[in-house]
């Protein structure tokens, strides 16, 4: 079975502060995708980052940063410098690779980060 | 490019009616997922259409379904509405291993 979990419910920090997004995903699979989604008010998920299960690089990309931890399977996000824009919900979602078939993502419960001017 | 495009955006039913909601994807995007969520239950799968056959399926009953047309267009139904079938309903287009989202149905079942 697999689980997703986003711990934190809710988070706030004020502008320019760097924030980390925890998920864990826990899974007997190797091989597997994991997505990062941001919803702001709207509704729209927009996408954010992918990381690759067999890739332990973290990646940097602007003000998005990933680290991965095989160990706990853990997939944390970081925003840099925080901006007010960026208050939204912040989703993980793992997707397994399956030979020819494609499968749906699971959605962690997400995390509503709050940026105060 | 345009973006997955979603109609319509907001719908009011009552109990027991039917509903459909439509999803364009971006050009080119031949994959289309369904998606709904819940206050209560967060986002979840419903169902996968690829060149205009079902390929994979969330756990949600036989009054949600769904087709894709030859252009890969796709369509989701809900029979005989429950209350609990208020929710954003988010299509979702990919290509290769990417999913973009469209902007939602937000259904209100009265």
């Known amino acids: 079975a697999q689980k997703v979990t986003q711990a934190q419910t809710e988070i706030s920090v004020v502008e320019k502060e760097d924030v980390t997004l925890d998920c864990v995903y826990e899974t007997r699979d190797t091989t597997y995708y994991l997505f990062w989604y941001k919803q702001p008010p709207s509704g729209e998920l927009v996408f954010l980052i992918r990381?690759?299960?067999?890739?332990?690089q973290n990646e940097i990309s602007g003000r998005y940063s990933w680290n991965f931890q095989k160990s706990t399977s853990s997939f944390n996000f970081t925003i840099t410098a925080s901006q007010v824009v960026d208050s939204a919900v912040y989703f993980c979602?793992?997707?397994?690779?399956?030979?020819?078939?494609?499968?749906?993502?699971?959605f962690g419960k997400g995390t509503h980060l709050i940026i105060q001017p | 490019k345009a973006g997955v495009t979603q109609t319509p955006r907001y719908l009011i039913k009552t109990r027991g009616q039917q509903v459909t909601l439509s999803c364009s994807p971006i050009?080119?995007?031949?994959?289309v997922s369904w998606y709904q969520q819940t206050p209560g239950q967060g986002l979840q799968f419903l169902f996968e259409y690829f060149s205009e056959t079902q390929r994979n399926k969330g756990n949600f009953p036989g009054r949600f379904s769904g087709r894709q047309f030859s252009n890969s267009r796709s369509e989701m139904n809900v029979s005989t509405l429950e209350l609990g079938d208020s929710a954003l309903y988010l299509c979702a287009s990919s290509l290769d291993r990417e999913r973009h989202f469209g902007p939602g149905t937000r259904l209100l079942v009265l």
């Open positions: 990381r690759n299960s067999f890739d332990e």
């Open positions: 050009s080119g995007h031949r994959s």
């Open positions: 979602a793992p997707r397994v690779r399956s030979g020819g078939g494609a499968d749906g993502l699971t």
